[in-house]
């Protein structure tokens, strides 16, 4: 979603009447790519872009191919195949060993329901959203049409493609929790449709007030989380209030919002505030809560808490990955991580270790 908010930023700041844009979306990606299917690049006619489909190896060509379907007023699609490593086939030799779909797609300012403003409307959303895109068909004028779904329910036929064909497209993508593509028959032909699974922005909850916590507001703030921190404000510099979007009371936690997209980190370092909100988030079911401390004092709180705090599979303590972290950023950073690993639902070991590719295959 960070690079969603910088998107729409940049289109807005742009002035219309004298510059054009266009969207470069990945749709599909095979075996190795850096960037995965909805990595997103605004793209403006006078050269200047936002965002990123690719680690800037794919960039400067998908400029001109977006510049030209600018010019055309129409959107178009390239596949750049790197499964040989050939450094012919856009002039750089790649080695990413992967086939990369790109669709190109004019933008209309004019038009209410273009990408950027459907993207707009769920940028501040704290549930998953669901964006169907045509990215092939045999009747040209299909591809790039999408339609934004916020309820994940659909009711009535899209692009000629029967809406009981789409609610069981939906299904799938919204079992898995990832992009995935379907093919579909309509009365002109067939379609190749996007299942785009856009997922909330991550929200943190700091627990705490002491030095540690500006660390892990520097790498959340730079991951692109919305934050609130839980503490005393007369502990917290002016620092703390320019990054997070909210500050609460000890007293106020209680009334905090929280969903299944939501990380608490409990780093108080007071024993007797962790035992009294840890029972309280633990409530609120969110996607992760991590408590910093030995082992022993989590031993302790089970006991104290008359709990079997080890059967809550979102309850992580000691938390963080084990990294050997010293220093606070190191900390932040083992704790941001193992939340990473949680909500993508990855074990947080070397990548070494793993067999095949990886990512997973859509």
């Not at 067939?190 to 699974?197: G, I, K, N, S, Y």
Request: overall charge negative.
């Amino acid at each position: 979603m960070k690079e969603i908010r910088k998107i729409i930023r940049a289109y807005d700041n742009t002035n219309h009447n004298e510059v054009k844009v266009a969207l470069a979306a990945v749709v599909n990606v095979e075996e190795s790519s850096y960037r995965r299917i909805g990595a997103r690049m605004l793209v403006q006619s006078n050269g200047i872009w936002t965002g990123g489909i690719s680690g800037g190896c794919l960039e400067g060509d998908a400029l001109k191919r977006a510049q030209k379907a600018i010019y055309n007023n129409s959107p178009s699609k390239v596949v750049y195949d790197t499964m040989d490593d050939d450094k012919n086939q856009i002039g750089v030799g790649l080695g990413c060993n992967g086939r990369i779909e790109i669709l190109f797609t004019p933008i209309d300012p004019a038009d209410a329901s273009n990408e950027i403003e459907l993207l707009r409307k769920i940028q501040d959303d704290t549930v998953p959203n669901i964006l169907l895109k045509i990215i092939g068909a045999e009747q040209k004028e299909l591809v790039g049409r999408t339609l934004l779904l916020q309820s994940t329910e659909i009711t009535e036929d899209f692009a000629g493609i029967k809406a009981d064909e789409l609610k069981e497209s939906i299904r799938h993508t919204l079992n898995r929790k990832r992009p995935m593509t379907f093919e579909h028959d309509t009365s002109e032909g067939t379609a190749r449709l996007l299942v785009e699974f856009i997922k909330p922005e991550t929200r943190l909850i700091i627990v705490g007030d002491n030095y540690d916590i500006h660390a892990m507001l520097g790498i959340s703030q730079q991951l692109g989380w919305r934050i609130t921190v839980v503490g005393k404000a007369k502990k917290l510099p002016k620092s703390v209030y320019q990054i997070a979007e909210q500050v609460v009371d000890y007293s106020q936690a209680a009334e905090l919002d929280v969903n299944d997209y939501t990380a608490i980190v409990l780093m108080s370092h007071d024993y007797n505030h962790d035992k009294k909100l840890l029972p309280i988030f633990i409530d609120k079911k969110p996607g992760y809560i991590g408590m910093l401390g030995p082992k022993k004092r989590f031993i302790k709180m089970q006991n104290d808490l008359d709990t079997d705090l080890s059967e809550i599979d979102y309850l992580f303590s000691p938390t963080g990955l084990e990294i050997g972290a010293e220093s606070p950023e190191e900390i932040a950073l083992s704790i941001t991580a193992e939340i990473v690993a949680k909500f993508r639902n990855k074990s947080g070991s070397s990548l070494r270790l793993k067999e095949g590719t990886i990512h997973d295959r859509v």
